[in-house]
């Protein structure tokens, strides 16, 4: 993506940053859109995704009790579920795919989850602890049981590489690390990198995902440079306001500083 020249990237964060919040939506708005086409639905514990076009993709669904935003944020748009033509799941924590069974009772949509963790969504088993930490996973476990989904349905198993009709086309990432089958989006037409929860942004800053939550941090730092080989624009997180323009300097910048940690 092409710099604007004579303006610092500090200049054009600030710029995007106050247009970020110009549009805030009105009270009642479930839906914001990041960039043409693809909107952000506040969920409960995160934030799923919808790219709105003759039909829908959604991505993500939230912890379980989040259905039922998503179908006001549909109805907002003027939507049905109806239109729902395929749901996919960046990682099975309990935050992304709570909301999961309620959806597909309403939407006919094709689910797709990569192909390591397709089985923890459809087992009947409750979905594993994310805690790395025994004795904090010990203390959420009882928690976890009360609130789990319960079993749904994968249509499609998914792999890198993979391409799907969603603006323009959409290609899979695997970008394992924070949990083995982490999937982020890559939506070149529009220059969008979706990162789920493979990266954190906060404070102003890129970071690696939570170590509390996190499978395998190496591996996470290795997705993370994987990520900043490709060509986009725009970053958006399941858990933080995104990065609009210029966001793959940022992630470049970043994977630099990864790369000369690991190599200290
Ligand atoms: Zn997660
Ligand atoms: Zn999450």
Known sequence: MGRKAG??????????SARWDEVKPAPFRLAREVVPGLYQVRTRGSRCYLVVEDEITLIDSGNPGSGERILTALKELGRSPDDIARILITHY???????LPEIQKFAPGKTGVHIAE?????????????????????VIQPYLLRNDPGRARVDVVLQDGDELPALGGLRIVHT???????????F??????????????????LMLPSRLFSED??????SIRKMAGLEFDTLVFS??????????????????????????
Do not use: C
Request: hydrophobic share 40%.
């Open 118 to 138: 397709a089985a923890h969504v459809e087992s009947d088993q409750p979905l594993p602890n994310p805690f790395q930490h025994p004795l904090l996973a010990k």
């Open 176 to 186: 394992p690390g924070h949990t083995a089958g982490h999937i982020s989006i890559l």
């Open 239 to 264: 858990h933080f306001r995104p990065i609009v323009g210029g966001a793959d300097q940022r992630a470049r910048d970043f994977a630099r500083t990864l790369a000369v940690s690991a190599a200290s």
């Open 188 to 205: 070149p037409n529009r220059g969008v990198l979706l990162v789920g929860d493979s990266m954190q942004y906060k404070f102003g800053r």
């Open 93 to 99: 924590h309990i935050d992304h795919v709570g909301g």
């Open 7 to 16: 303006r610092t990237l500090d200049e054009r964060r600030a710029e995007w």
């Open 217 to 222: 941090m190496s591996e996470a730092a290795t």
